[in-house]
């Protein structure tokens, strides 16, 4: 799930274990135009961006491709990205040399880089890892447009998209990294992680160093931006009960961390989640998908 503008308005892009996906606006809650078709199994990602001018997104599936919407026009554009083997697990955009790109990652163990207008690889393969590619943010650092990737084993490798090969490791999470998110902190980019080691990390990007760690329950998603001006991040994590955690969708927990400090605020929100079902959005809203329905939530 993410949330961009379109036409003036703040809309929620959600994907689905259905293989569609949809949009919502945020101020009324209603569904915009018809649901998009194309996917043929869950849709696991999706990163909104633009190109030439039109509000898209790219979205990531268990079938093993990477689609590019026209959400304006509610139609799947440009040519369907496919030279997965095996789920599309993530993907990201950012702008490279003035042409938007995205990074998808995926089971097969590799992340690779595309330029949306041509819907073409960009080189070699970012990363060729000897286990599953499970989670990427990007980011600018000095201009230059990075991205991070989590895999099912070894560091996050922190990846120079204009050289295309990584230049640093974030080491210190014991065990798999589920997700990373990235965002600014004091003027500097930062990276978010939480891992099977019941910790959330942040990572200062221009030196790989981590800046501090804190202990949570295990982490299945995290999602980073600004709200009310403040770097935040939101963890979804298992509900702890007297037997232990339940890894189930059933119930699980959002907390909301002020990221200039460390420490959690406001209050946990606990509720039967989607996978991947939190976004902080351009507007500074806490954006929560449930079995329910959508909530926007503004945090305080």
Known sequence: MASTVLDGREVAVV????????????????????????????????????????????????????????????????????????????????????????????????????????????????????????????????GRPVAVTSEAEGPLQVIDLAAGRPFGELTGHDGPVQDVATTVLDGRPIAVTGGADHTMRVWDLATCEQLYSRPTTEPFAIAAGLVDGRPVAVTRAPSVYADGPRYDSSSQVLRVWDLSGGEPVGQVVDGPWFSGGQAVTPRGRLLVSSYAGLAALTHH
């Not at 496919?82 to 990201?92: I, M």
């Not at 690779?112 to 060729?128: F, K, M, N, P, Y």
């Not at 990427?136 to 000095?142: D, E, R, S």
């Open 15 to 142: 994907g689905t274990e259905d293989a569609t996906v949809r949009m919502l606006d945020l101020a009324t809650g209603l569904p915009v135009g018809e649901p998009l078709t194309g996917h043929e199994n869950s849709v696991l990602d999706v990163a909104p961006t633009a190109l030439d001018g039109r509000a898209v997104a790219v979205t990531t599936s268990r079938d093993g491709t990477a689609r590019v919407w026209d959400l304006g026009a509610g139609e799947q554009i440009g040519q369907m990205l496919e030279l997965y083997r095996g789920p599309v697990n993530a993907v990201a955009a950012t702008v490279l040399n003035g042409r938007p790109v995205v990074v998808t990652a995926g089971d097969d163990g590799t992340a690779r880089l595309w330029d949306l207008a041509t819907c073409e690889q960009v080189g070699d393969h970012l990363v060729s890892a000897g286990s599953e590619v499970w989670a990427v943010a990007t980011a600018m650092l000095g």
